[in-house]
């Protein structure tokens, strides 16, 4: 029984140091694209970049709150891919370039964001 106990704290701890560098990643993912001249469509309708992310990060705080983001991947996942209300994708559409799935978008940024480190 000590064992497992020592293994379920020892898990617990590694979730929770990951959850600075989760934050710091996900902070950079929406400054990229509050940065980045794009527009967000949601629903249907396209957003400004800043607009788009005051809404990711509502729906980040939401679920931080329920203990669902541990990474970026989750925030990407459950809070930048799609609308919870209609389950449609959302999209991102830069200037001079095709218009993709914000979840390629924000994988892309992600993967900018690790290289530089």
Request: proline letters at 3%.
């Amino acid at each position: 029984m000590k064992k497992w106990t020592g293994i379920v704290m020892a898990l617990v701890a590694l979730s929770m140091a990951a959850a600075p560098a989760a934050n710091t990643e996900i902070d950079q993912l929406l400054q990229s694209l509050k940065t980045s001249g794009c527009k967000f469509q949601r629903n249907g309708t396209w957003y400004d970049a800043t607009k788009a992310t005051d809404h990711l990060g509502t729906k980040r705080d939401y679920l931080q709150k329920k203990d669902k983001i541990h990474s970026a991947e989750d925030f990407i996942r459950l809070a930048a891919t799609e609308s919870s209300m209609t389950g449609k994708p959302y999209r991102v559409a830069c200037p001079d370039k095709p218009e993709v799935d914000s979840k390629v978008w924000l994988e892309a940024q992600l993967k900018r964001i690790r290289a530089k480190k």
